[in-house]
């Protein structure tokens, strides 16, 4: 059996996360992609930051996760809009985030067969001296190729 072709392009909106899918679009052009956008429901948020359920929540855990799963098929589907202005072949997807954004991304790296993860160094999440933490948790975890593409600001 031949390795899938696909990438799978980590997409998170930032400035970081386009530059990544334009210099692999420049690397890879014509490469079938998935842009995946990785959500986090209120409670998974609520666990990885114990001292806000502290806070009252004016709304439902339901009606933020709705929120939130809308507000990321968007953001999947601005990624699939840049990959294919990049030169790929892509689709966007969108999926909850049920323990950690790295591993969410590398279990769909694992269901797709990607031949290669794609992500900027630094999002909107957490950073680390180098890389931001979910790149880097990606590339230590990942277990196939991995391109962290620089901030165009380092």
């Known amino acids: 059996m031949t390795p899938s072709q696909t990438v799978l392009i980590a997409f998170d909106g930032s400035a970081d996360a386009a530059r990544a899918i334009h210099v692999a679009g420049d690397l890879l052009p014509g490469r079938p992609a998935v842009v995946l956008t990785v959500w986090e429901p209120l409670l998974v948020a609520l666990a990885h930051h114990p001292l806000t359920a502290l806070a009252p929540v004016p709304f439902s855990a339901e009606e933020e996760d709705e929120r939130s799963a809308d507000s990321a098929r968007l953001v999947a589907a601005r990624g699939a809009d840049l990959a294919r202005s990049a030169g790929f072949d892509a689709q966007a997807l969108s999926r909850a985030d049920s323990h950690e954004i790295a591993e969410t991304i590398r279990e769909t790296a694992d269901s797709l067969d990607a031949a290669l993860i794609v992500t900027g160094s630094r999002g909107l999440r957490g950073r680390s001296a180098r890389h ?23």
């Open 132 to 154: 931001g933490s979910v790149s880097e948790h990606v590339l230590e975890h990942a277990g196939r190729p991995v391109l962290i593409v620089p901030s165009s600001a380092t």
